[in-house]
Each structure stands twice: as C-alpha cells, then as structure tokens.
C-alpha cells in the first residue's frame, strides 16, 4: 500500500492505538448516554403500565420496535460480509474495515436482542422460550441463530483482537493503567508463537466459512417471521433473498459511515485512505442495485396482479398515506445514493459519507415500511374496535425506546474503540511487511 | 290506489303500533313485577322433582331474582303436607325432590297440587303459586318395516285408580344430542290422538352414533296444563358407529406440541444446530490450546 | 362398598338428574345427554319418592341444581373434552347486527372496553354485491396458523377442535396476532379492567377469566359452557338465532330452539367457510345471507359509533 510504505512500524503502532476520549468524545458519549437513559425511562414506563404505553394495538400489533429489530439484524450482517466473504476471497484493502465491521454486528445484534424483549408482552416471561420452546415456532428458529450469530461474531472479534492485545498489554507505558487488567485477563497468554499463530489462522478460516450460513440464516429467519404469514405484503417466497439483500446494503452503508467518522476523529487518513472509499463505494453501488432488483421484484410482481388484498396494501405505498415514505425510502435508500457513488467523484470520502448515511436513514424506514402498512391491510375489515386502532404513529416511548437503542449500539461501539485499536494494528504490521517483502 | 301509497300507509301505522308498544314496554319496565313458577318433572317415569324460578318481570322479559326463600307444600298449605323450604340460587332456582314421608298421600290421589310460597323481600311481598298435577305415564316403543324404523310414543293418566290413554298431548320425539333433540321426522313437534299414541318414521340415515353405534331416542312432552313435564329416553342400536379419535396428539404437525415437532424439522434442525456448535466448541478447545501454549511459553521463560 | 344393583340405581339416577340439571337453566337443556358425565359423587345418599311412589337412594352431589363439577388441570384443559368436535354454524340470512352476542360475550369474558372477541362486521364482497352482517369469531381452525407460529405452546389445539390460549403462559410477542388471517385475537395492551373479586379468581384457560396484562385472547368457544352443558353464551344471547353450536361428531348444531342435523344444513344451504383457499380449515361455518329475515340496512342502526367514524 502506497501510504503505509513510507510509516515505520512504531508509528503505525503509536497511530492505531486506543485514544482517550477528547472534549467532542466526552460531549458524543454523554449525548449517546442522555438517550439511552431516556429510553430505559420509556421502558421502565412500559413495564409498569404494559405496552398500552405504545401506539400498538390490535390491528398493528406489531410497530417500530420490531423494525427496528430487523434494522439492528440487518445490519449485523455486515460483520460476515465485510470479514468473511472478503476474506475468503482475498479482498487485499479489507484490513482496516474489518473490525469496524465486526464491532458493529456485535454491537447491532446485542439490540437486535434486547429490542426484542422490550417487544415483549410479558418480558419476564422470557426464559418460556427455553422452558417450553416449540421447534415448530419461526420465533425459536430465531432464537437459536440469532444467539449461535451473536456467539460467533464476538468469538469472531475477539480472536482478531488476540495479536492487537498483546500489542496493548506491551506497550502500557504508553496507554497508561485503565484496562491493562482487562487486556491481561483476555490475552496474557497470546505469545504469537508459529505454532499459536497456525491455530489461530486456521481458527478464523474456519468461522470466516461457518459465519456466512449462520449470517444468512439470522436474516432469512427474520425474514420468515413475516412470510410465514398470510398477510398481503409479507406473504412472498422472495422474502429471504430480499431481506439478506438490503441486510448487506444497509451493513455496507453504515460501515462507510463509520470509516468516515473514524478515519475523521482518528486521524487515520493514512490508514482508512481515499482508496478504501472508492472500492467501498463499488461494493455499495452493486449492493444498492442488487437491492433495488430485488425491490422491484418485491412490488412489480404482486403490482402487476393486484390481489384484492395486496391492492389497498399496495396502493397506500405507491400513492396512499405511505407513499411519501415508501418514496422517500426508495429514493434516499437506493437511486440516490447509486447515482452519487457511480461517478468517481462520488467515492470520495464526504460524499461516500452523506450516501451512506442515506442508505442507513433509508433502510431504517423501509423497515417500518415492512412492517406497519401491511398490518393495516388485513383480509377482513377493520371493525368493532377503537377508532385509535385505524391508525399507528409511535408514541413518544416507542421513539425513546428505538433512539436508545441505536444509541446504545453507538454507545457500545464508541467504547470499544475506547478500549481497543479500531484498525488492526497487527494486521496493518503484517500487511506492511508482506507488501516490502513482495516489492 | 297506487300499491306504494299503501305501502306508505302500512309502514305509518306499523310506525305508531310499534311506538305504542314501546311506550307500554317503558311503563312496564319502571313496574317490575316478582312471580315464583312452578314446573313438574317426570323423567323416564322415574323420580318426579319441581323446578323452583323466582323471577321478575320486566317489560316482555323474566329476570332471574337470586337468593329467595321458598317454601313448597303438597296439597295444602299445612305442616304436615310441607315439602321442602328452599332458597334458589344465582340463576333464580331451585330443585325439590319430594321426601318419603309424604308417600302415603302421594299414592292417595291421582291429581295433586303443589303449592310454592316465596317470601316477602321488600319492596317484594310474598308471593304464592299453585301447579296442579295429574299423574301422567309415557311409553316408547320402535318398530322396524320393511326398512322403515318407527319410533311409537304413547301416553296414559291415571283417572282414579286406572290409566286412560292420554290424547292431544304435544311432544318433540326424536334424538338425543348433546345440542338439543334432533326430531326424528320432519316436524318440530308430534301430537297424541284418542288412543294416547303418536308415532313417527324416522327419517335420519345412519346418523352418527356413539362408540357402540347406538343413540338415545327421546320424547319428551314441555310444560304441559295437565301433566307437566314429561320425557322417555331409549337406547337403540341404530346409529353410526363413532370411531375413537385415539392417535390425535400423536400427530406430528407444524401445529402440535413441542412434543410432538414433525421429524423432518427435527432432523433439519438438530443437524444444523449440532453442526454450527460442535464447530463452535471446536474453536473453544483450540483457543484452550493456545491458551495452554502461551502458559508453557511462559513458564519456560 | 356398596353391591351392585344399588350402584346401577345409582348410576340411571345420575343420568336422570343430569337432565334436571340442564333444565334449570332457562334454556332448553342442549347438552342433556353429557352433563352429568364429569359430575363427582359425594358418597352421600338420599331417599326420594318415584311417580309410582317407589323409595330410590341416590346421590346428593345430583341434587344440586347445578352439579358441581371436579376442577380441571391445566393439562386437561390443554386436552380437551374427549370424543367431541365442536363445531359453529352462522347463519348469515338472520343477522341484522344487534350485538347482543357481543355483549354478552363480552361481559362473560370480563373483557375490558374496547375489546371484542365477535366482531360483526359490514361486509360487501364486491360493488355492486349485496351488504351483509358478518358475525367473526375465531374459526378454531385444523390447521390453525396461530398454533403453528407459538413459541412457547400458549396457544394450542385441543382434541374437541378447540384453539385456546394459556396466558399463564403467554410471553406477549404477537406472532399468532399477525398470522391469523381472521384478525381475530385480541391483545392486553394495558392491566385489564377487572373487578376486584374476578382479577382475583384463579385463572382458567376455559374461562379465559381474569384476562391477563401484555397477553393475547380471543374467541374461546366457551369450553367451561360445554362442559356444563351449556351452549357458548353469544349462541344463547342472539335474539335470532343466528349462531348455531354442535358437536360434529353427533353430527348436530343447535341455536338453542331450533336443532338441526349439521350435515343436511350445510348441503341444503350450501354452507362455506372463510378463505378457504388459505388451507386453514376453519371450524366455523357460513351460510349464505339469501332469503334474509331482514333488510341490512336496519342493522346500521346498531353500529358502533367508532365504526361509523371510519365509514
């Protein structure tokens, strides 16, 4: 790499290192806190007034907390995309990507999780599932992955991670006490000896090929919660591809949004380079067309029909009451984001930086798309109950609730680049040396 | 005239009927009025029993009215012909069976009178009603021709000391269901004639039975002037053998149990489940592995 | 213990006072025949008088108006009376939206406002078809799409055809709400609105009593009913006998006044289910509003206010 030719290896170290948080990290994490803690205020009012508190009811019965659950699976999926797939088929510049890839499908699944408790009706309940769990239900299959998923990327994480700690707990003099005990109890016996080395590569091989299915399953599952349904909208045999498709647009999208920001407060231009956005910039722009494949496939087809059910579902999206919103996700989503970062001067990092923060706000609400309009068309007319229930906005809990948990998920990745180098400084070593070897 | 002109007219006077009426039904209403009824029983000439209802009436309706206390008498209203004191329960009755004691006098007549006396609750007073009785007998019977099964219902009173053919007595004759008497002809309800006999064809084929093939026919005679209630049972071996669901929550579907997953998905996710974690618990071990590694490095040291 | 003979008399006798059980309620005994089958004898006996002034002993726990039934487990309840198949017939031709079997539904069930199990709904197949009042309950169906999608078996198939739910056991996620098509099931979005004496009653799943916060509920055919021997309480409410309630497997469906053989009525008025092609297989059945008793429009009267908000 033309860039980390011209470091020495002390400084790639001394660059990469975690940083203590300055002003506009102490002011980030206290915003990031304040929201939290305000969703678990909302939360701690749901538990005591039942879900009542939400806007949910008979009809939508389910609301933004489940899409925001399929947005925090979606978006874990990047995690096995970015450092698996790339990976196993040798992707040269994946090195500083991968475990800001890695950290945000940890971080996103542990939501995906904990969203999917506050959904609970009877949270306490939980431990049912385990107690009197029914293999028949799309719920358990859920259960399962998303517990193997989360099991895996964190190991995935972690053994990445062995080499860096051991970098760590060396150079204390320099970082100071906070968590050398930490990077003790995790990585003391890190040695980086041939034949510990050996296991490890062979270990990573090996989650890198498991990781892929089990990725694809969290998300297929997620998507079956829907199409195992009858409802118009959800009821598709597409669902699975779909759903993984704009998993990997949206975990694409928030993994440029996030190598911007780091490469921004890091100072890691030399590291995260123009390079890095421009062949990231590529794999956008395939993901986003593959997406907007399979959206037109997930419309036209039952648009084509029009099945009385799918009809008044369809025509609220494409002109109805959601039509501003199933436009705004379409657009922002995808066609914009396509047209700024097919041209060159689009895969610079600032505008790669506003095109996936499109991609993310966009997938966020084609979730709520997903869910909420066709709970509002169901077969048989809605009657006998509230006028209330004609209708679904969320309730200021179910907003706090949601922003405290993309809060959280920021929380969690926020302090792990406290704690630990957000680019892999063994990796940016090993590369070096490879590439002067080569030359 | 032109029709719809008295169209116009009927519906205008079906206007004022109707708000006549529902004027009375709102007089009533304010008015409620507190009765006791009495209803006789006989089953299968068997143990003869009266139903006790306190009730109020409001408007067209009857209410039920709980917790009263009833005294019920044979004959009379003496001590010695006393039945039963009762008090109905939440749905305003109350079951009287009549005690041994009163044999004598029970054999004594043909005719007897039954006398309920609710007591006063204010603002209710007390209230008295009277059923009178004749001893009545039902008989059932069934006959097969030429294919052709019939059910022959016949009732007696007794006059005096002799059983007479009971006519004109009204009865629904057909089988027993849990939801009710499905009649056996084609009418709702079949009448006695001056021999006290009724008799009707069946016309259900192979009407589902029991685990036997048999069912129960009924004729059972309703709130009767002069015999109150009556009714027959007899079991025939006419229906359609019901065989016994016995292997239901052996079935293994996507909508039974967790016992009972069906064995394609067990397979498909036990395989895939023991896959991924033995793969996963390898990658433990051989982290232990390195973990053991990096300790002896370290001791060497 | 006692010989033979006299546990035979006694065993006729219960049969008998089965019958005077059933009379007492104002209806006119539909479950005559089955009643008396759970009832508990009390080893207490009496002498009574016959017609033909004949003393027979028999059991005091038959002399009650109302027999007290054995309390049932929860894993009898999840069983299900044994040899049934319950079945609902609704005839759409009588419906003229009243809400009596709401009502009265509603209130068996301690449900809080708003909250409908039935739901008659104003139907109109196509533009220039005939409106119609549809009666929905839930249509225990076979293969039921709600069951299917449990988690944790809180809703489950019985094997008198009944889908009931166990909200002792409910974890509140709602799948079984988005996958029945009938959009029958009923959520407890708040604490539910109960007196104090019901919210206090041990919970049954055949009552579905006290209905239960961040659970799910609905229509449950009323197998506490159908073990006393009584009819579900919206077929026992409906002035027009609109809702007829049987047992397939006695091939009979009763309203309370009128019984009919369950077979010939669905082929003489050619009797349907809802959305059959979904495969759900409904318990319930239709038959079609023709010959109705009444004009629609005089049902719109009964509408409820929020429904004519939405029209």
């Known amino acids: ?439 | 005239m032109k029709p719809s002109n008295h169209h116009k007219l009927f519906i205008l006077v079906l206007f004022l009927f109707g708000t006549t009426i529902s004027k009375i039904n709102a007089q009533d209403s304010s008015a409620a009025e507190s009765s006791v009824n009495l209803r006789y029983f006989a089953n299968n000439n068997n143990i003869q029993y009266l139903l006790v209802q306190s009730r109020s009436k409001v408007g067209k309706k009857f209410q039920p009215l709980p917790k009263r206390a009833v005294q019920v008498y044979l004959d009379s209203n003496r001590a010695e012909d006393f039945i039963s004191s009762t008090v109905t329960d939440e749905t305003g009755t109350a079951k009287v069976l009549i005690p041994t004691t009163l044999k004598d006098q029970w054999l004594n007549s043909a005719k007897h009178k039954f006398i309920a006396i609710m007591a006063a609750t204010p603002p209710d007073e007390e209230k008295t009603t009277i059923l009178e009785i004749t001893k009545a007998k039902i008989e059932i019977d069934t006959s097969t021709t030429d294919g052709t099964r019939t059910i022959k219902v016949n009732v007696k009173y007794l006059d005096n000391k002799d059983w007479v053919p009971a006519k004109d007595v009204e009865m629904k004759i057909g089988v027993v269901r849990s939801t009710g008497i499905l009649s056996a002809g084609d009418k709702e309800s079949y009448t006695t004639d001056s021999s006290g006999t009724t008799s009707v064809d069946l016309n259900k084929d192979s009407l589902a039975g029991d685990l036997q093939g048999n069912y129960v026919l009924v004729a059972k005679v309703e709130d009767n002037e002069h015999y109150g209630n009556l009714l027959i049972e007899k079991t025939v071996p006419w229906g359609v053998a019901r065989k016994a669901e016995k292997n239901f929550f052996d079935q293994r579907t996507l909508w039974s149990t967790r016992f009972r997953t069906p064995p394609w998905l067990l397979f498909m996710a036990y395989s895939i489940v023991l896959s991924v974690w033995g793969t996963i618990f390898y990658l433990v071990l051989q982290i232990v592995k390195v973990k053991k590694m990096g300790r002896t490095i370290r001791s060497q040291t | 213990m006692e010989n033979k003979s006299t546990s035979r008399r006694q065993f006729l006798a219960a049969g008998i006072l089965a019958g005077i059980a059933a009379g007492c309620s104002s209806k006119k005994n539909p479950f005559d025949k089955y009643a008396g089958d759970d009832v508990k004898a009390s080893g207490e006996t009496v002498k009574l008088l016959s017609v033909d002034g004949e003393i027979i002993e028999m059991d005091k726990a038959f002399l009650k108006p109302v027999p007290d039934l054995p309390t049932i487990s929860n894993s009898e309840e999840r069983k299900g009376i044994n040899g049934k198949k319950f079945a609902m017939v609704i005839d759409l031709s009588r419906c003229k939206n009243v809400g009596a079997c709401k009502t009265a539904c509603n209130h068996a069930h301690q449900l809080s406002p708003g909250q409908n199990w039935i739901k008659v709904l104003e139907m109109q197949d196509a533009d220039h078809t005939a409106p119609y009042w549809q009666p929905t309950t839930c249509m225990h169906c076979d293969s039921p799409p709600c069951v299917k999608v449990c988690p944790v078996d809180a809703t489950f198939k019985r094997q008198d055809g009944i889908v009931l739910i166990d909200s002792d056991r409910c974890i509140g996620c709602r799948f079984c709400m988005a996958a029945c098509p009938y959009s029958t099931r009923v959520f407890n979005w708040g604490e539910p609105v109960l007196e104090k004496e019901v919210a206090e009653q041990h919970y049954s799943c055949e009552t579905s009593i006290p209905q239960k916060k961040g659970t799910v509920s609905k229509c449950d055919f009323c197998p506490d009913m159908a073990r006393k021997g009584e009819l579900p309480h919206c077929v026992s409410a409906c002035p027009n006998g609109v809702y007829f309630f049987g047992d397939m497997n006695e091939d009979s469906v009763t309203n309370g006044a009128e019984t009919f053989r369950f077979s010939d009525l669905i082929k003489d008025k050619a009797g349907y289910r809802l959305m059959e092609d979904l495969g759900t297989k409904p318990r319930v059945y239709y038959l079609p509003p023709v010959n109705r008793n009444f004009p629609f429009e005089s049902g719109l009267e009964n509408e409820s206010p929020e429904d004519k908000m939405t029209h």
């Open chain 1, 1 to 439: 790499m033309e860039n980390s030719t011209v470091l020495t290896s002390e400084q790639i170290t001394s660059d990469l290192l975690p940083q203590k948080f300055g002003k506009r990290g102490m002011i980030w994490t206290g915003i990031l806190l304040l929201f939290c803690a305000f969703g678990a205020f909302a939360y701690y009012r749901q538990l005591k007034y039942g879900l009542v508190v939400t806007n949910m009811r008979d009809y939508v019965s389910w609301g933004i907390y489940i899409s925001n659950f399929v947005f925090f699976v979606a978006i874990s999926l990047v995690g096995s995309l970015i450092t698996a797939i790339f990976r196993l088929a040798n992707v040269p510049w994946r090195t500083p990507l991968t475990r800001i890839s890695e950290i945000i499908a940890v971080s996103a699944i542990t939501f995906a999780a904990l969203i999917i408790i506050v959904d609970m009706g009877r949270p306490e309940r939980l431990l049912n599932l385990f107690i009197h769990g029914r293999l028949q239900s799309p719920i358990i299959w859920d259960v399962i992955v998303i517990s193997t998923y989360f099991c895996l990327s964190l190991f995935l994480l972690y053994i990445t991670l062995l080499p860096d700690i051991s970098i760590l707990i060396n150079a204390r003099e320099k970082l100071g006490k906070p968590f050398s005990k930490l990077y003790r109890w995790l990585a003391s016996y890190w040695k980086g000896t041939t034949a510990q080395e050996k296991i490890r590569n062979r270990c990573i091989t090996i989650i890198c090929i498991v990781i892929i299915p089990v990725a694809f399953s969290i998300h297929t599952v997620t998507s079956w919660l829907f199409a195992t349904t009858y409802r118009p909208g959800w009821d598709s045999t597409n669902f699975g591809a779909y759903f993984i498709s704009g998993a990997f647009l949206v975990g694409a999208g928030g993994v440029v949004v996030a190598m911007y920001i780091f490469r921004r407060y890091y100072n890691l231009e030399k590291y995260i380079t123009e390079k890095h956005f421009e062949k990231m910039g590529r794999v956008v722009v395939l993901l986003a067309l593959l997406y907007l494949y399979f959206n037109i496939n997930e419309y036209l087809v039952p648009a084509f029909k029009m099945k009385k059910p799918e009809e008044a579902h369809l025509t609220q999206l494409f002109a109805g009451e959601y039509a501003p919103l199933f436009w705004f996700a379409i657009l922002v989503g995808m066609i914009i984001p396509i047209f700024i970062m097919l041209f060159k001067k689009g895969r610079k990092p600032l505008p790669m930086f506003i095109a996936g923060v499109m991609v993310v706000v966009g997938a966020w609400f084609k979730r709520y798309l997903i869910v909420t309009p066709t709970l509002l068309h169901p077969f048989l007319p809605m009657e006998d109950v509230p006028a209330s229930y004609h209708h679904y906005f969320p309730s200021w809990e179910e907003w706090a609730i949601a922003m405290g948990s993309l809060a959280g998920v920021l929380l969690i990745i926020t302090f792990f680049a406290r704690v630990f180098p957000i680019i892999s400084i063994y990796k940016t070593l090993t590369d070096k040396n490879e590439t002067q070897q080569s030359s």
